[in-house]
């Protein structure tokens, strides 16, 4: 690709002449990647920046980007979001003839009120200062990723983040109640979300930097914490561990904070998760690889070995079990209570109290572990993380099928984290060095970034087959687009429709998200129609309902197994699919618990005929929330075949987080409306 033409550069710098740019070299080679791993394995091999984008640009105000928007799209010049490029997906890797838009001068609280609570904060603005503003007004977003420090509002909204704390608060789609954004056309529209309309936000959460650059995001607060109960069991497996963690979250316990480490990974948690510094006080480290790089890479050529030894029976129980670490968080004894009744409910199912100190330990140490992974690439090797998801039937199955993939070629550990009362996610860490018989063909650097890109490979389409997604927070990035159709199937089609919509010229964040077009894609099949019209998973507490179904018949059907959809039923009764393609009127307010959800996938006809499936993942980060064109859009996209429903057991009650005001319907705007109408899938 050229690079962007000095003459270019000029026309823009006179289109927009306030506006910070840059064609500075170091600037160029600064912005040319995020956090990809892959990355840093090209920078070790002496390749930092082998495609940098042309420009850089620092818009200050919606304005500025709406106008750069449309000087790109009559120029044809693409245009890539920049958060803090802590994405670890290839998100933000530019092309030579890109233009590079970092949102970071955008950092401005536009609004905050602590008694809705909301705040309105433009996308630019950084974690942590966030976070402090917050506080010091009473208030949190209880949003928490372990990148907080390095990481933006916008890069959040649009890679569907989820932080520490989402078993109180829900990920960053729980929290979001209005977008304002830049579409591709330069359009700015604010999205909001509406409970029983057409909701364009979770189009563009999730859209990654594809349908349009996001300005800013009014998200719902609470009321920030002031006290917190800490707890810890271990469990003599994983398997146990899981059913606990389950339980906790379908009798309505929200903890902050549940993670489940499997044998490995609760040995280190048991041991503060963080390298202790030296005694001295000092901070000096050896040079070169030394004796500790010489085992490492040792150990890390013969991964499976390893990873047969320390998953067996045997070590899980010499290493003292798996690890149960909970914290409970808010402004009154709740908190402590939540502690006492996940003693009740954990203790007489086997797992043994640990008493308090791991889950302090955890909190102590929350942001450390993330950072410890460049020893590992200065050694030769490669460490990553994965993080997938599946309803808890398919748990241990997709826990399982992906380690198994992953142990083939790395050393692998796992822990359980971001729960749902339908799911949760596997968290699992690698580290891996190059094959040795790759290396006397190619070369070190060469063999150890195929080892990596087979690794990924083979775990990402294991995660698929065992029912899972493939991004449950990270998103999918360049790294994992080529995957797309496995997860998606015809839904990909779907996505570059909306890519057409937002962005007719295709100028926004191009490559990314899904893989090129070649019109060879897989069209999928309509699933044939099943036996039966309810089939429950009562283990996940979901329900799969023919669309057909008339909603009181289905609530007769769930209520002779004891559960419940939960919903006041108008009458007369409507079908399934013509009650949510109505909004779903008489469903639990989604605010009272942003945890939980109504809807987790469904199987739709578009209105071409082309079948359409979403699986029933909580909350997936696979580009944008594709039931949103189906939910209170009436039947304009397509029709519901069936939904997999929430379904609740009757006589628990269902947890309430604090008070959020906020209109819940607000009128469809001009910009929604013309945007919604411009939508042609
Ligand atoms: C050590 C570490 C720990 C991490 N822990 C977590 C975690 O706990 N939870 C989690 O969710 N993620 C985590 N991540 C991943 C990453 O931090 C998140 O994906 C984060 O949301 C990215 O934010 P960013 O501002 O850095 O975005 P970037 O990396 O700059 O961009 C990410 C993607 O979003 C797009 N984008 C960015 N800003 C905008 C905008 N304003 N409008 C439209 N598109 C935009 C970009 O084009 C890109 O495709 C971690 C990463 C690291 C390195």
Not at 320 to 349: H, K, S
Request: with cysteine; proline share 7%.
């Amino acid at each position: 690709m050229p690079d962007l033409s000095p003459a270019l550069i000029d026309d823009l710098a006179r289109a927009l002449p306030g506006m910070r740019a840059s064609v500075d070299a170091a600037d160029r080679v600064a912005y040319a990647r995020d956090l990809w791993p892959r990355h840093h394995m090209a920078v070790r091999a002496g390749h930092p920046a082998e495609q940098r984008p042309g420009a850089i640009v620092w818009p200050s105000s919606t304005d500025e980007v709406a106008r750069l928007v449309q000087w790109a799209s009559s120029h044809g010049v693409p245009l890539v979001p920049f958060g803090a490029g802590s994405g670890v997906c290839a998100g933000v890797s530019p092309r030579d003839d890109v233009l590079i838009v970092d949102l970071k001068r955008m950092a401005r609280i536009r609004k905050l009120d602590p008694a809705a609570p909301l705040v309105d904060v433009e996308a630019g603005h950084m974690g942590v200062p966030l976070e402090m503003t917050l506080e010091h007004a009473g208030c949190t977003l209880g949003h928490f990723p372990s990148s907080i420090l390095c990481s933006t509002v916008g890069g959040w909204v649009a890679a569907r983040s989820a932080g520490q704390c989402s078993g109180a608060y829900g990920k960053i789609e729980d929290m979001t109640a209005a977008v304002e954004c830049v579409t591709g056309r330069g359009d700015v529209v604010t999205l909001r979300r509406r409970t029983s309309g057409p909701d364009l936000v979770p189009l563009v959460i999730g859209s990654e930097g594809t349908f349009a650059i996001v300005t800013s995001a009014t998200l719902r607060l609470h009321p920030a914490p002031t006290s917190r109960g800490f707890g810890a069991w271990s469990f003599r497996s994983t398997r146990d561990g899981l059913d606990a963690m389950r339980s906790l979250f379908q009798a309505g316990l929200r903890p902050a904070v549940a993670r489940l480490y499997d044998p490995f990974d609760a040995m280190l948690a048991r041991q503060g998760g963080v390298k202790s510094e030296p005694r001295d006080g000092s901070s000096k480290r050896k040079r070169g690889p030394g004796l500790g790089g010489v085992a490492l890479r040792a150990v890390l050529r013969r991964p499976e070995a390893l990873n047969n030894l320390l998953h067996s029976d045997f070590a899980a129980h010499a290493m003292g079990g798996a690890l149960l670490v909970v914290v409970f968080e808010g402004t009154d004894d709740r908190a402590r209570e939540g502690i006492e009744r996940a003693r009740q409910l954990i203790e007489p199912t086997g797992g043994s109290w640990e008493g308090e100190t791991p889950a302090r330990r955890w909190l102590a140490h929350r942001y450390a572990v993330s950072y410890r992974q460049a020893p590992v690439f200065a050694q030769g090797g490669f460490v990553d993380t994965m993080e997938v998801a599946t309803r808890w039937s398919r748990l241990g199955e997709l826990y399982d099928g992906v380690r198994r993939a992953l142990g083939r070629t790395v050393f692998v550990m796992a822990h359980f984290s971001h729960a749902y009362p339908d799911g949760c996610c596997i968290y699992f860490s690698f580290a891996g060095s190059a094959d040795p018989k790759l290396v006397r063909e190619i070369g070190w650097d060469a063999a150890c970034e195929a080892t990596y890109d087979r690794t990924w490979k083979t775990a990402l389409a294991a995660a698929v087959e065992s029912g899972g997604t493939l991004s449950h927070h990270h998103g999918v990035g360049r790294s994992k687009a080529p995957r797309m159709l496995a997860e998606l199937g015809a839904g990909v089609d779907v996505v570059r429709a909306l890519m057409r919509s937002f962005d007719p010229a295709r100028i926004l964040n191009p490559g990314n998200l899904v893989p090129p077009d070649t019109g060879s894609s897989h069209r999928g099949a309509a699933a044939p129609a099943p036996a039966t019209s309810v089939a429950i998973d009562r283990e996940s507490l979901l329900a799969r309902i023919e669309g057909s179904m008339d909603l009181a018949s289905a609530e007769e059907r769930l209520r002779a197994d004891g559960l419940t959809l939960d919903a006041s039923i108008p009458a007369p009764s409507p079908t399934l699919g013509s009650w949510l393609a109505a909004g779903a009127a008489g469903a639990r307010d989604r605010w009272l618990d942003p945890v939980d959800q109504l809807l987790a996938g469904l199987d739709a006809t578009l209105a071409d005929g082309r079948p359409l499936v979403v699986h029933p993942t909580p909350r997936r980060a696979v580009g944008p929330d594709l039931t949103a064109l189906f939910v209170g859009a009436g039947e304009r996209f397509g029709r519901i075949n069936r939904a997999w429903m929430r379904v609740h057991p009757v006589g628990v009650p269902r947890p309430s987080s604090s008070p959020f005001e906020h209109d819940r319907d607000p009128p469809l705007s001009a910009g929604e409306r013309a945007l919604l109408d411009s939508i042609e899938l």
